[in-house]
């Protein structure tokens, strides 16, 4: 029997150089690939479809979610709305905190948790977005329309960051100065990435997702081994891949901030793509697998960070014991954050499934449109910022147009927050958005017009 190796790399939460420890595993591939996603050679899938081994590259058309009936275009998966509405509520907190002045993580318990609550944003944001392709690839019933679909909403996202998003961020044109490479950049390349994954089976591409995650310091083992003359003229490439910073877009040209990279998030979009197999399963079967998964992910976390932590001795200017447990690496995220993150997101989904009640439909309405709320989120909270200005200090401050969210100017003396502001003006900002994404549901299900698919 063949056996699939992996490398996980486990990063220590302050250190951003790749693999500080490596671990080792091997398993039996089918086993593998069971463990992390249910996917069953011996039992079918919602809609009829038998998951076959494939023993070659010509079987693989046979083993894609085209095969199945097509999924009717009424159906939704309750819990996949409600979650993906919490996340981006709790993304709401932390854009407001940019705005605010406090800085990320800490020293006190109270802002280190405000910021730490949002670490959660971004791993479902992405691995949810993965979700989503596979049941629309169910819906459409063709992989080719499906990957230009994925393609083409891919292009509008990164077109979307590098000028609407980026104005709103910073309320100025200054784009020769700064251009960001934010979440929805990265959403869009993995998209384009995607599309040329989902002709394959639905098991390879979770082992692919799976591997770009845990051995994903691999990528960088390049990198190191150029020499200076080489890194100056290619180690752009990387910067994209895996290190981020900025990238000076020509001689003249703009200066990128690559705040996302691509690995590895690409490989959560992929697990996300596989798990979308399993949200098609019998309620019963979907709620033990979820379980399985999140908690075992969650388990994972907790003995490797814990055990990191306690056999570590604290250095003098260290925070608590707690605050480095939960503070691990996010810029490129590494294994343990994604593990902390994914984990209790995908164990939390039955209980999603269940939710009902005035904040489970709220939520939902949230997460039926998440790209109409992030477009609007930013100017949204961005202008209550300035009103904020205009009310404590008579005027509206010139940091406010400053190049947020990673290069703003000094902040001026006097203006941070309090928390209570911070979280008063996030209610008002909900408040706002709540209506405005209520109408453009109704307008979603009403009309069926191909553009909408994109927003």
């Not at 995607?194 to 591997?211: D, E, K, N, Q, Y």
């Not at 995220?333 to 164990?347: C, N, R, V, Y």
């Not at 941070?416 to 408040?431: E, K, N, P, R």
Request: net charge positive; aromatic share 10%.
């Amino acid at each position: 029997m063949q056996s699939v190796s992996v490398m996980i790399g486990i990063n220590p939460p302050a250190v951003r150089a790749p693999g500080s420890m490596a671990l080792a595993a091997a398993s039996p591939a089918p086993h593998f690939i069971v463990a992390f996603t249910g996917l069953s050679s011996e039992e079918p899938l919602a809609g009829g479809v038998r998951l076959m081994p494939i023993t070659a590259k010509s079987d693989a058309a046979a083993y894609v979610p085209h095969a199945a009936s097509a999924m009717p275009a009424s159906d939704r998966l309750m819990s996949l709305d409600v979650m993906r509405g919490l996340v981006m509520v709790l993304m709401a907190v932390d854009h407001v905190r940019v705005y605010s002045g406090l800085p990320a993580g800490g020293p006190t318990p109270g802002i280190f948790f405000t910021r730490w609550i949002t670490h959660f944003v971004a791993p479902a944001f992405c691995f949810l977005a993965g979700t989503a392709a596979y049941l629309h690839g169910r819906k459409l019933g063709d992989m080719r329309a499906l990957s230009r679909f994925l393609v083409t909403r891919g292009i509008v996202l990164v077109l979307l960051e590098l000028t609407v998003i980026r104005v709103a961020w910073t309320f100025n044109f200054d784009f020769k100065h700064y251009m960001l490479a934010g979440v929805i950049w990265m959403l869009g390349v993995c998209m384009i990435l995607l599309a040329s994954l989902v002709r394959f089976s639905t098991r390879a591409i979770a082992i692919f997702g799976l591997v770009v995650i845990f051995a994903q310091q691999l990528v960088a083992l390049p990198a190191q081994a150029m020499s200076e003359t080489v890194r100056g003229a290619v180690g752009w490439i990387w910067q994209f891949l895996y290190f981020g910073g900025q990238v000076h877009l020509g001689h003249d040209g703009p200066t990128l901030s690559i705040l996302y990279v691509i690995v590895p998030w690409i490989g959560v979009m992929a697990a996300g793509y596989a798990f979308g197999a399993i949200m098609l399963r019998p309620r019963e079967e979907r709620r033990r697998l979820c379980l399985r998964i999140g908690l075992s992910a969650t388990a994972l976390f907790v003995v490797v960070a814990g055990t990191m932590v306690l056999t570590r001795p604290a250095q003098p200017n260290d925070p608590p014991a707690l605050f480095r447990f939960l503070g691990q690496q996010k810029y490129p995220a590494s294994q343990l954050f994604l593990l902390m993150t994914l984990g209790p997101m995908i164990a939390l989904l039955p209980l999603a499934e269940r939710a009902r009640g005035p904040v489970a439909r709220a939520l939902a309405v949230f997460g039926r449109v998440p790209m109409f709320y992030y477009l609007l989120h930013i100017p949204v909270i961005h202008s209550l910022a300035v009103v904020v200005s205009l009310i404590r200090q008579g005027s509206v401050t010139p940091w406010l147009f400053g190049n947020h969210p990673m290069q703003p100017p000094e902040q001026p003396p006097g203006y941070m927050w309090s928390l209570g502001l911070l979280y008063l003006v996030f209610a008002v900002a909900i408040a706002i958005l709540y209506p405005l994404c209520m109408w453009y549901a109704g307008v979603k299900a009403r009309r069926k017009d191909s553009w909408l698919r994109y927003i």
